[in-house]
Each structure stands twice: as structure tokens, then as C-alpha cells.
């Protein structure tokens, strides 16, 4: 069997046995010896067991849906990260701690599959890490911990502007530390990757401001709503450094672009910016 025709059984495995309860598709693609295995289970399902398991997964949780994030292979064995989502509205969930019932509650978590198959296409081993604790508390078995109080529209609004006039306009770092989350994600359209954390974000800055060091912003408007904010905003600057690789004009360049923030714990989280780059790229001679 090759890789791909692995990686196909592998995504059949997700939609047709776990997320649609097909218990014929264990007789007719795992061998004798299968095991599966997974740190919240004392011990591994073998052979025709499984079909047990996804009975019982499918009894407490009727709705439970698979989705592959990822899935990689080679040789013999494919890795699937995946998120599983449903709701506890069937039959109670069996643990080592005893069967929890159902309260109706929804879940959302993720997991990896370690599969291996043997020369026959066989499913022979699934070795599984999945976040149980994320599982057990979203459906009520155990207390989550108390979430960060949110901040109010109007912090939110404030962190707003100080990130376009102290930081992205007069280039003070200091105020990374203050508004952004050490998880940050930044993401425009002009990077292939999203910028992460504090240090990337000091990174861009630096790098932008390199590029254009007169650069200044300015907010046209902007609102709040709960965990996120918004801004449109105009920037006009020179371009005296390198910037996307780009080696300095001296052209003179104004954008226009929107920004959508996301606050988790007082502080931002994520930026998704979405700005005129064509027209940048006009004006700093990139083509006609």
C-alpha cells in the first residue's frame, strides 16, 4: 500500500467509522491483531473490541463529527491531528472514574492518531493522545478552571489606539508587553505565516518601521463589541530602508486597511489586518 492510499483510509476512517458509526468498516479494514490505544483507557481495545468503543462514543455523543486538521504519512503508518466536536445529549460516558450522564452540554477538542497499517491495508495499531480533561470539563464532569474576567469595550477601545499611536506610529516596544497577550497571533496577507507572541511582533515592528521610519497612523474610526474591536485606519510614510525585501525609493506612500481584534484575558490575542497592498506595492514601484 502506498502512502496516499494509506492517507485515504485514514480519512475514510474518520468520516465513515467515527464520525458516522460505520461498524462495518472495522470487519472489513482492521486486521485480527488491531490495537488501540489511548492514557485514559487501563487497556487497549483489540480486534473487534473497538467496535465496542465507538459504540459507546456514539451513544453518549449521537452527534459527534471528526474533522482532520492535518494528516501526514509515511511508510506504513499516518499521523491525523484532529477535532472532534458533538453533544452529551445520549447515554451517560464511560470512564475509569464511572459512567458520567448527560447534561446537554457541547464539546470542542482535539486529539492525534498515531495509525499504522500493515503491506495489506490493514488498520493494525491506533495509539491516541486527545485532551480528556478539555472533554470532562466542557461537558460538566469536572469544574473548568474560572475564566479571565473580560475587559470592557471601552479598555478594549483604548488598547486599540495605544497600539496604532505608541506603538505602530512612534515604535515604543514597551507597550507589547502591556496590551498583547505572550500568545499573540498577527496576521495580514503580505506574510505567508502568521506573526507570533511578543518577540515576532517586535520583530515586525521593527521591520516595518525600518522600512518606513516617518510611518504614522491614523484611526478613520473604530468600534468595540464584547471580545473584539475593529479599526479602519490610514498610514502615510517614506520609503527610506528595505522593506519585504524591497530596497528603499524614497517614494512617498499613504494605505488605507481595516483591523479586526480579538481580546482573551484583557489583552490582545489576535489581529487579522486586511489593508490596500496592491496599491502599496504600486506606489513603491513594485510593477506598473
Known sequence: MSVEENKTLARRYYAELMSAG???????????????????????????????????????????????EHLLGSGNTVVGHWTARGTHTGTPLKTLKGDIPA?????????????????????????????????????GAIPAPPAPAPSSTE????????YFSELMSQGKMEVIEEIFAPNLSFHIPTLPEPIRGHDGMRGFVTGLRTGFPDIQFTIERHIAEGDKAAARWFIEGTHEGTFLGMPATGNHIKDQ????????GGKIAEIWVNENDLGLMKQLGAFG
Open 22 to 68: 460505520d461498524l462495518s468498516f472495522v470487519d472489513k479494514y482492521f486486521a485480527p491483531e488491531f490495537e488501540f490505544s489511548n492514557p485514559t483507557h487501563v487497556d487497549p481495545y483489540k480486534g473487534q473490541e473497538f467496535k465496542n468503543l465507538v459504540t459507546m462514543l456514539r451513544g453518549a455523543f449521537p452527534d459527534v463529527k471528526f474533522t482532520i
Open 103 to 139: 447534561q446537554g452540554n457541547s464539546f470542542v477538542i482535539d486529539g492525534m492518531s498515531w495509525i499504522r497499517f500493515n503491506d495489506e491495508g490493514k488498520f493494525v495499531e491506533a495509539r491516541i493522545n486527545e485532551d480528556t480533561l478539555g472533554l470532562l470539563m466542557q461537558i
Open 155 to 162: 479598555d478594549n477601545e483604548a488598547m486599540v489606539v495605544r
Open 257 to 264: 486597511g481595516v483591523d479586526i481584534f480579538i481580546f482573551s
